[in-house]
Nanobody, 115 residues
Framework: QVQLVESGGGLVQPGGSLRLSCAASGMIFRFITMDWYRQAPGKQRELVASIDSGGRTNYADSVKDRFTISRDNVKNMVYLQMNSLKPEDTAVYLC?????????WGQGTQVTVSS
């Protein structure tokens, strides 16, 4: 079955960097668009970045020029490099895939940006 497992979250100071990873299984990974979402307390879940099978990327305006999504089709991994982090980036970050009409989510990894 489809599994998504995130890692790499933590506590970081404003201006710092983190790299999130998502290990995917149970799908033909190289054909699938992969997404990173985030959810902050009291806020709606927000699409942060996407990468399609051809490597084309899209970003939320709030993270453009600071975050970079990438994928490794050999390791079945998707990454989110986050630079110049701000307190408003604090959230649970979730890996997501839409496959055959079903939404699959990882368990999430907490990112906290605070001094």
């Amino acid at each position: 079955q489809v599994q998504l497992v995130e890692s790499g979250g933590g506590l970081v100071q404003p201006g710092g960097s983190l790299r999130l990873s998502c290990a995917a299984s149970g799908m033909i990974f190289r054909f699938i668009t992969m997404d990173w979402y985030r959810q902050a307390p009291g806020k709606q879940r927000e699409l942060v970045a996407s990468i399609d099978s051809g490597g084309r990327t899209n970003y939320a305006d709030s993270v453009k020029d600071r975050f970079t999504i990438s994928r490794d089709n050999v390791k079945n991994m998707v990454y989110l490099q986050m630079n110049s982090l701000k307190p408003e980036d604090t959230a649970v970050y979730l890996c997501h895939v839409l496959l055959r009409g079903f939404h699959y989510w990882g368990q999430g990894t907490q990112v906290t940006v605070s001094s």
